[in-house]
Structure formats: C-alpha cells, structure tokens
C-alpha cells in the first residue's frame, strides 16, 4: 500500500538555524512525485517544493531543499536560516501516477507541527 | 489570494442538514480536487474532477457528492450531516504535476 510516514508530531528549532523534517515513504511505483506543504494557524496549504521520482537533483526553492534519497525512500524538507513565519505544520505528500493522465490524487503524511523560537 | 476560491469560508450546521461547498479553480486549470481535513483521518482525498468529468474517487461518503460544471467550477454536496463530518474542507486545482496542487483556503465545517 502507498503512504507516507512523517515521524515527527512536532519539531522546534532556534531562529535563523537550519531544521529537518522527516518524510518516508512507501510506493511500488516507478514514477512518483513527492511534495511539501506548509499550513500555518490560519488553515490555509501553502505549496513549498516539489521532486519528481526521476529528478537527479535534489530540488531547491530558496530556503527550502529537498534530500530525496531514493533507495532509503526518504523525502526529507530542509528549511535554512529559519524565521518565525516558519512556525506552522508542514505535510508530505505524494503524488503515485495514476491509471490515466491528469490523475494526481495525493496521500499526504500526518504532519510535523514546527515551532520556532526568538 | 491562490487563485482557488472557495465559499463559504466557514459554515455552521446542525445534523441531519445538507450543505453545499463551492469552489472556482485557478483560471486554465482543468482538475479539482476535493479534500477532507479531520483530527482523527488527517487530510484525505476524496475526489477528482478533470474537465467536468469525474476522474478518481477516494474516501468519499455515499452521502458525500460532488459535480463540476461546465465553467469548471465545483460544489460538494453533503447530506445528512454528523457531528463527525466536522472538518476542514479543501479544494484544489492543477494543470500538472510538476507545479503541485493549488488549494483554496478551506470551508470550515461545524456540524452541532
């Protein structure tokens, strides 16, 4: 069965240092996309970074990285220089490819709530 | 503002009642998506609409339903609400995969 594990309930970390969340997850699939989400207090899901199961690199979007380490199926989000906005519960999700195209239905992991402090 | 609009953006019932979700997705984008977010389940997907026809079906309720129409907008239809059913309600739109979903900001469900 596909899923996803997040094994941090909640994380807190000093402002302005790096943090990691962890992200696993379980897929026979060969061609997956895995992605993080942010949703601060005021409910709403905020788009941070996104890596495709094929993509080399690791992906970057300005504070944000993503370690993809595809042999231990881990997707785990790395936040540089951490701000107090950041403070908020961040989802992993994953995207299996589906029967027929523009099928991108997610499963999404049970969140890391993320704290950080002045 | 996302660019996915989502009415009403908080809602108070009472059980057994009926209520109607609305959502506008991202101007071009063809797929929504509709989702559950609960205490206990987490977010969970329950539907796919891709230009007006659905296109995947998850968790959803058989007195869950949901249409898009030709504009590409889309309601969920919820009936014979329980006090479980509370929750907060997303929609979401794509043109790919590569961007990632767009979600609206939620209609927050309260049935007393």
């Known amino acids: 069965a596909q899923k996803i594990t997040q094994t941090q309930p909640g994380m807190f970390v000093q402002e302005k240092e790096a943090v990691t969340l962890d992200c696993t997850y379980d897929?026979?699939?060969?061609?997956?996309?895995l992605f993080w989400y942010k949703q601060p207090s005021s409910g709403e899901m905020i788009f941070l970074i996104y890596?495709?199961?094929?993509?080399?690199q690791n992906a970057t979007e300005g504070r944000y990285s993503l370690n993809f380490q595809k042999a231990r199926k881990s997707a785990n989000l790395v936040i540089s220089a951490s701000q107090l906005g950041d403070s908020a519960m961040y989802f992993c999700a994953m995207s299996p490819r589906g029967a027929t195209s523009g099928t991108y239905k997610y499963i999404f992991g049970t969140g890391t709530r993320l704290k950080v402090l002045a | 503002d996302s660019g996915v609009t989502q009415t009403p953006k908080h809602l108070i019932t009472a059980t057994g009642q009926r209520v109607t979700l609305r959502c506008s997705p991202r101007?071009?984008?063809?797929?929504v998506y509709w989702y559950q977010q609960s205490l206990d389940q987490g977010l969970q997907f329950l539907i796919q609409?891709?230009?007006?026809?659905?296109?995947a079906k998850g968790n959803i309720l058989e007195r869950f339903s949901a249409q898009q129409f030709p504009d590409l907008h889309s309601e969920l239809n919820l009936s014979s609400l329980e006090l479980g059913d509370s929750a907060l309600y997303f929609c979401?739109?794509?043109?790919?995969?590569?961007?990632?979903?767009?979600f609206g900001s939620g209609t927050r469900l309260t049935v007393v």
């Open positions: 979401a739109s794509s043109v790919g995969q590569g961007t990632g979903y767009t």
């Open positions: 890596q495709g199961s094929y993509d080399e």
């Open positions: 101007s071009g984008d063809l797929s």
């Open positions: 609409y891709y230009n007006g026809e659905e296109r």
């Open positions: 897929t026979s699939d060969q061609s997956y996309g």
